[in-house]
């Protein structure tokens, strides 16, 4: 069983930053999931459990970096240039393979979400 803790969530203008924060109790792969308002919840970024292999949806390439710290068993996004779109809640996902998914299937554990508004 894998539990996920989330933190970094909040409010910032539009062009600001926001890291958010996933502390893991396993060894898994991992990424982060957004959902808007109305919306179905869409992949934003994963890694594996090495670190050596990321992907990211088209939607964040070049605004948002996902990064691991296996020691302290923490995943983070540093998300840039943050956009009134990017309002959402994030989550934090977990799965029992060492390498990355990008379907929400394709995880098996999940965070309880934390909520990111950008302000235009």
């Known amino acids: 069983q894998v539990q996920l803790v989330e933190s970094g969530g909040g409010l910032v203008q539009a062009g600001g930053s926001l890291r958010l924060s996933c502390e893991a109790s396993?060894?898994?792969?991992m990424g982060w999931f957004r959902q808007a308002p109305g919306k179905e919840r869409d992949f934003v970024a994963g890694?594996?459990?090495?670190?050596?292999?990321?992907k990211y949806a088209d939607s964040v390439k070049g605004r948002f970096t996902i990064s691991r710290e296996n020691v302290q068993n923490t995943v983070y996004l540093q998300m840039n240039s943050l956009k009134p779109e990017d309002t959402a809640v994030y989550y934090c996902?977990?799965?029992?393979?060492?390498?990355?998914?990008?379907?929400?299937?394709?995880?098996?554990?999940w965070g309880q979400g934390t909520q990111v508004t950008v302000s235009s």
């Open positions: 996902a977990a799965r029992r393979y060492t390498s990355l998914g990008t379907a929400r299937p394709d995880y098996d554990y």
């Open positions: 396993g060894r898994a792969a």
């Open positions: 890694i594996s459990y090495s670190g050596h292999t990321v």
